[in-house]
């Protein structure tokens, strides 16, 4: 089926889950989209977030930034001189509920628990 007309289905009482990119602590998403229609999630927001479908976002805390809107704003695709692979623009969704690992553990075990310390891990 067509992706346009699929979406064209959903209704109150869907859901969809969609990953994203990034993530800032007021709980914005950012999505990459390289497409020049705004790829998946640009046919997500005009589909599904406007009729009040709600968008479930998991994204893990390694794709922590410090704010989604600032980090995406004042630049697009074609105003990029150079990137490392496609040219993309990060879509700031302000309308998902975004899910870390953190509130998983607590929805899916009942346990709470937080973010200590971020970074990777050097084997030697």
């Known amino acids: ?39 998946t999630i640009g046919a997500l927001l005009s589909f599904v977030a406007v009729r009040g479908v709600p968008i479930i976002m998991p994204i893990g805390l390694e794709k922590l930034i410090p704010d989604v809107i600032e980090a995406s704003s004042g630049w ?26 953190v509130e998983a553990l607590g929805i899916l075990a009942g346990v709470e628990a937080r973010m200590i310390a971020g970074g990777r891990h050097r084997r030697q």
Do not use: H
């Open 1 to 39: 089926m067509d992706v346009l007309k699929y979406l064209d289905t959903f209704d109150v009482g869907d859901a969809v889950i969609k990953g994203g990119n990034a993530v800032d602590p007021y709980g914005n998403a950012g999505v990459l989209a390289s497409n020049a229609q705004g790829g």
């Open 76 to 101: 697009g695709q074609r105003t990029l001189d150079r990137s490392m692979g496609e040219k993309a623009w990060l879509v700031p969704v302000t309308c998902g509920l975004v899910i870390t690992e």
